[in-house]
């Protein structure tokens, strides 16, 4: 079973950035991380395979990037130009498929003020 530890969240105002982190126990193929905001679906937001293809949500495309240390099995979510519809919980997901993540994270809240 993988084991996901992530790093990183919290209070910004709008217009300011953050970065995500998350580090697997160890290599998985797809790694990613999705959100959920307060009554509503969670949501992927990006994911990057081993091999370096990206997929990031039409939301948040221009604004945040994920990138990768296979060395390090880490993940990372470079949030920028934040806005308050960004405000969730952000989960660090892993799997064979980031469709399916057979792994989750425990969770970081991101809060972006007006």
């Known amino acids: 079973q993988v084991q996901l530890v992530e790093s990183g969240g919290g209070l910004v105002q709008a217009g300011g950035s953050l970065r995500l982190s998350c580090t697997a126990s160890?290599?998985?193929?797809?790694m990613g991380w999705y959100r959920q905001a307060p009554g509503k679906q969670r949501e992927l937001v990006a994911s990057?395979?081993?091999?370096?293809?990206?997929n990031i949500a039409d939301s948040v495309k221009g604004r945040f990037t994920i990138s990768r240390d296979n060395a390090k099995n880490t993940v990372y979510l470079q949030m920028s130009s934040l806005k308050p519809e960004d405000t969730a919980v952000y989960y660090c997901?892993?799997?064979?498929?980031?469709?399916?993540?057979?792994?989750w994270g425990q969770g970081t809240q991101v809060t972006v003020s007006s």
């Open positions: 160890r290599d998985i193929v797809s």
């Open positions: 997901a892993a799997g064979l498929r980031i469709i399916i993540p057979s792994a």
């Open positions: 990057i395979t081993s091999g370096g293809s990206t």
